[in-house]
């Protein structure tokens, strides 16, 4: 059975650091592309970063030098090192896995998801 389960949300203060997780069962991570999204309540879901297969990167303008995307092949786990938090980056995140993702931000491209982890910014 192909299975994602994130893990690291939680509760932290503006400037504080996280560092998400995404554990992959029943398929190798790197044959994929590996996303990770956000939805805030009453919002959309947003594309935050992605890891191709051949190790490329991508990251949202909203997170571009806080934000850290990486893979542990040897743990089949992807990870996301989120650094410089602000309120705004409060929502569940989720991780996500595609084979054929020719546009980073398209949930739609992504055919596996983990349940997500709720991650929130307070003072």
């Known amino acids: 059975q192909l299975q994602l389960v994130e893990s690291g949300g939680g509760l932290v203060q503006p400037g504080g650091s996280l560092r998400l997780s995404c554990a992959a069962s029943?398929?190798?991570?790197?044959?994929?592309?590996i996303g990770w999204f956000r939805q805030a309540p009453g919002k959309e879901p947003e594309g935050v970063s992605c890891?191709?297969?051949?190790?490329?990167?991508y990251y949202a303008d909203s997170v571009k030098g806080r934000f850290t995307i990486s893979r542990d092949n040897a743990k089949n786990t992807v990870y996301l090192q989120m650094n410089s938090l602000k309120p705004e980056d409060t929502a569940v995140y989720y991780c996500?896995?595609?084979?054929?993702?020719?546009?980073?931000?398209?949930?739609?491209?992504?055919?596996?998801w983990g349940q997500g982890t709720q991650v929130t910014v307070s003072s």
């Open positions: 996500a896995a595609g084979t054929i993702v020719t546009v980073a931000t398209n949930p739609r491209l992504y055919d596996y």
């Open positions: 029943g398929f190798t991570l790197d044959h994929f592309t």
């Open positions: 890891i191709r297969s051949d190790g490329s990167t």
